[in-house]
Structures are given as structure tokens and as C-alpha cells.
């Protein structure tokens, strides 16, 4: 079981804050691949190519972090503070 | 090194909160800051105020890692980075960094650091809305990228 | 550009004093400031009070100057430099330098340039009482001439 | 006629603040060459090799620089504000 956030932009477009996963996939890049076969705007949004940034419990994370049990994953676009 | 991180949905007082970086520390010889405000236009569009939204828990993180990693680099004193959420109108502070070191040539590099990196590296996003009533996510800046790629990886 | 630039002998409040080089103006994005404060320790020996004396009228050129070159090589909104002369006390601020521009990369830029050539243009000197009631004049610092002889002639 | 002023330690260790001079030496190398040959600490002071800076009318001057009539000439150490 994993936990996945959306922030900012992504929320928007996806209209969803945030889900429990029960399946758990072995990587980022993997839980990533499993959005964009949701199909349409789940496509849209985590297509190769489009610049998504993750978290993995609340750190950076690249494509080939693995993921362990209840892991909470964060999704956004590039960031805007400061 | 004293550090304090504060992600704040209250008014920010820039001025008031650079004092402790330094008050009652008379080894400190130089104080550098940075304020960033928000402006009243963007990409030539009015803007009347703007949102902003980060990721709790992760963004105290990635500031602590941000400041220790500048306490690395350089020989600090106290490091004070303080950063606004929720909604805000033209001329609030967004952000403050407050670096006093008893050199200021370590000062201007770490406050510059943390800035940069802070742009690139904490999970806050921002929504415009405009004079028009729409409403925007600013768009992530390649000047930005640029600014912390400068600094090497950590 | 708006400008000041200030000689005083009476306290420096350098944080309030940093508030006009961006308020009422929404177009400024972000501000660099230095505040240049008097230790209670230098080369070792506790000082109990310090005298900077200037060169009046030729100080406010001086500054001036460096302020011009500023402006000359950096897009700036605001620039307010404020001296200290007189008798000072540990922690008391001797300079602020507050610039503000609409990117923060000039404004850094310019802030450090006006402090590292204020540093060795502008004439001020300091001359330390130390705690055994001794005075001596401060000597300059070799690492003060190499950080002004970075930004390249004027 | 020029008017000459001593700042910070060179003030102290030459024990005057200003003078007139009615003599007017073609440029700064020339009244500083004046000035030593006054000998005793006026010869110490501003020895060739002792770090002495010089502006004329109140803006930093080289060796070189001419002197005309009226000039202020300021003598001082390194400065050391900031």
C-alpha cells in the first residue's frame, strides 16, 4: 500500500488531492506508468516528457527510486516559491 | 550555526524578523538578506493578488537541507529563512533569507545559495489571480534552473 | 534609480532604514541588504568602543560614485547606502546597503559590489578602543583590496 | 596656493589636521616630495613605500595628478569603513 499526493497544477487538472494505492509498483517510474494507463487526463499529465517532479517521503526522488510499503509519494510540477 | 525555518500562512514582517539573526551576537560582523516581494504585474499582466501552496512536512525538509548544506559550504552564524503561504497582495514579503557570518563574503554566498536553491528545490507552488479575474499557476523559470545549476550539486 | 546616501553620527536603525528602498513600490521583486555591524573582538582583543572618522565632502563623492557605477552596470530600483561615524559600540550597525531591483541576481550583484568598493573607495577609518584602554587606528585588510579588485576597474 | 589635509593616523603621527601652502608643487608626487624633505616623521610618513593615499578635490587622485591652483589635497592611510 502506498500513499500518492497531487499538488498545485496537478491537483487542479486531475481534480483529485490524493489516494491510497493498494498495489504497490516497484519504482517511481513504475507507479508512474501505472497513472498514464488510467488513460485520458492521467495520459495527459504524467506523459513521458512532461516534467513532473516527485517525493518519496517527502524528499526528491528520481524515476528509479524504489518504493517500499506504505511509502507516501508526492507528485508536482516544477516549483514557483520564494 | 542557529537556524530557524518558518513556513508561515500569517503576514510576514521582513524587517522585524532579520533582528535575531543577529541581535545579541556581537561575533557577528556582516548580515546579509534577501526579501523577495510579490509584484503587482507578471508577463505584463496585473496581478491583484496570489496564492501560494506548498507541500507540508516536505517543505520544513527541504528548507533544513537547503540551510544545513550552506552550513557546509560556508562558515555561518545564523541562518533564518522564513517563507509565506496562502493567499497574498502585491508588496508582501514572500520570503526572507537572513545569513550573518563574521565575514560578509560568506554572508552574500550562502544568502544567494539558499535563495537559489530554495526556487528550485521547495515545494511551493504559486497561483496568480489576475486583474481580469482569472486566475494562473506561475509557470517554473529556466533563469531559475540556471541560478542553483551554478552553485554545483550538493 | 532612486538614491541615498547618508553620512550620520548618530545610530544607525538598519533594518528600519532598509523599509524605503522598497516601500510603495510594487514593481520591485526583490532586495539584497548588508548591514555592516562593529564586533566586540578583533585580531584577538576584546574592543570596547571604536571611532570612525571620515573625510567629510568627499565621503558623499565617494559614495555617490560607487552608487553611479552601480547603476551603470545593474538594472536597479533603489539603492540606500547609510554610514555610521563617531563613536560606536559592539553590535551597533556602522552600514546598511539596501538594493532593490526587480531580479534578484542584480540585485546580489550589486549589493556586494557597492560594500567591497565602499570597503576600499570610501574614506572612512576606524580606530579601536580595546578593553586595556589602549586605542590603535584599524589597518586595512589585503582581503578587502582583492574583493573590490574582483568586480575590475570602474 | 594649496590647502593640504592629514586624515586618521597620518594626522596623529604628523600631529596637524591641515596646512596652506603657498608653494605649489606641479603634482601630488611633487608635494609629497615636498613633505619628506620637511624630514624627521614628515619623512617617515610618506617615504616611498609607505602606503599613502591622495585625493585632489575630494575624489582619489594618482601620483601624477597636476595641481592647480586652489586645490585641496587630502593625505590619508587605507580606509577602513564598512
Redesign the interface.
Known sequence: MIRV?Y???LR?RLGRADETLSERPATVAELRAALVARGGIWGDVFADGQRVLA?VN???ASAEQVLNEGDEV?F??????? | MDVEIRVQDTPLDALAETAPVFAGRPSVGGVVSFIGLMRDINHGDAVNSMTLEHYPGMTEKALAAIVDEAGRRWDLQGVRVLHRVGEIRPQDPIVLVAVASAHRGEAFRACEFIIDYLKTRAPFWKREQTADGGTRWVEARASDEHAAAGWGEP
Request: without cysteine; glycine residues 18%; aromatic residues 12%.
Open positions: 499526493l499538488f498545485a497544477s487542479d517525493a517527502q524528499e526528491m508526492g508536482f510540477p516544477p516549483v514557483t516559491g520564494g
